[in-house]
């Protein structure tokens, strides 16, 4: 019925113009059908993405993606969507919600993201924070903590640009620290229950525990 990634950061989810290798492209050359996507992460986002292996399943999983955050028409749960993580400074609140409109081809949509924080580090400096989508804008959880002051570690795009070069010639920052860990489907078409996690890849785990990987003199 579906399958579900552990996707490397770095790796594009679809293939298209100017993208090299690709998620869909690597498990359609390793399948006789071609798999489905039902969601998308960013590039630069490690973790959890589903395909589908057919197109009534991919349909059916599709609309149950789109009511998440809330109850979906016809009373069925949403789907869940969590991430982790690591960003700068702390939040004011250990927890509550954003709520930011985010532009989407230049009109503003509503946008909601709900965190926790889970671990202060070093003094307050950094923070990893677990997040769950309400809503699914593209960019939304980056968005998001920028605006709050708490811009993830390693985005290039919304980022605290200056800390970034900082991390890299410190401590080898090289990758957005931002990870899909977890994903709950409560119900399935066939009935079942699909709830999985990815650990925290190599590079998440580096940084929470300071260990210095500065880039190789050239």
């Known amino acids: 019925m579906c399958i579900v990634v552990d996707k490397p950061a770095g790796l594009a989810v679809q293939s298209g113009s100017g993208v090299g290798a690709s998620l869909d492209g690597l498990i359609s050359a390793m399948r006789s059908e071609r798999p489905l996507l039902v969601h998308r992460i960013d590039r630069d986002t490690s973790g959890l993405v589903l395909l589908a292996k057919g197109k009534a399943a991919a349909a059916e999983l599709s609309r149950l993606f789109s009511g998440a955050g809330g109850p979906k028409a016809g009373g069925a749960r949403a789907v869940t969507k969590r991430y982790l993580a690591l960003c700068s400074g702390r939040p004011e609140k ?15 949509k509503r946008a909601e993201t709900r965190y926790r924080l889970v671990e202060e580090l070093e003094g307050g400096e950094f923070s990893l924070l677990e997040l769950e989508l309400a ?27 200056a800390l970034n070069r900082r991390l ?48 190789k003199a050239d």
Not at 102 to 108: I, T
């Open 94 to 108: 250990d927890s509550g919600a954003i709520k930011l409109d985010v532009r989407v081809h230049g009109e503003a």
């Open 168 to 215: 890299r010639k410190e401590r080898g920052l090289r990758r957005l620290l931002l990870h899909a860990a977890r994903l709950v489907i409560p119900l399935m078409p066939d009935g079942s229950r699909l709830d999985v996690s990815a650990p925290l890849p190599d590079h998440f785990r580096d940084f929470m525990l300071g260990r210095a990987n500065p880039p």
């Open 135 to 161: 809503t699914g804008r593209m960019h939304q959880i980056r968005i998001h903590l920028a605006a709050c002051g708490n811009p993830i570690l390693g985005d290039d795009k919304h980022g605290d640009f």
